[in-house]
């Protein structure tokens, strides 16, 4: 597995991370949600984000990385 530890310019890279906050969602059972973030390596910023319940999924990272497509063709927008 290639390791990519530099970018050249804005959304080049970016890295998935999984964290489970120090909080937790009393609904029908209590529960800690998983914090999905789509991290920029150039900028080191945030892209998208998506929160789940139980354990880090594929469907989470496909969510983030929507979230992140999804502002930066807003951002896009407001550049032209």
Same mark, same amino acid.
Request: overall charge negative; glycine content about 4%; hydrophobic content about 50%.
């Given at each position: ?7 050249? &310019?804005?959304?080049?890279? $970016?890295? #998935? @991370? ?5 909080? +937790?969602?009393?609904? %029908?059972?209590?529960? &800690?949600?998983?914090?999905? $973030?789509? #991290? @920029? ?5 945030? +892209?998208?984000?998506? %929160? ?7 469907? $989470? ?20």
């Amino acid at each position: 597995q290639e390791q990519i530890e530099s970018a050249s &310019r804005v959304g080049e890279v $970016l890295v #998935i @991370d999984h964290t489970a906050p120090d909080f +937790f969602v009393d609904d %029908i059972r209590r529960h &800690r949600p998983v914090l999905t $973030l789509a #991290i @920029d390596l150039f900028s080191k910023l945030p +892209f998208g984000f998506a %929160i789940g319940n139980g354990k880090p999924s594929a469907s $989470l990272v496909r969510e983030a990385l929507a979230d992140a497509e999804a502002r930066t063709a807003a951002i896009a927008q407001l550049d032209a």
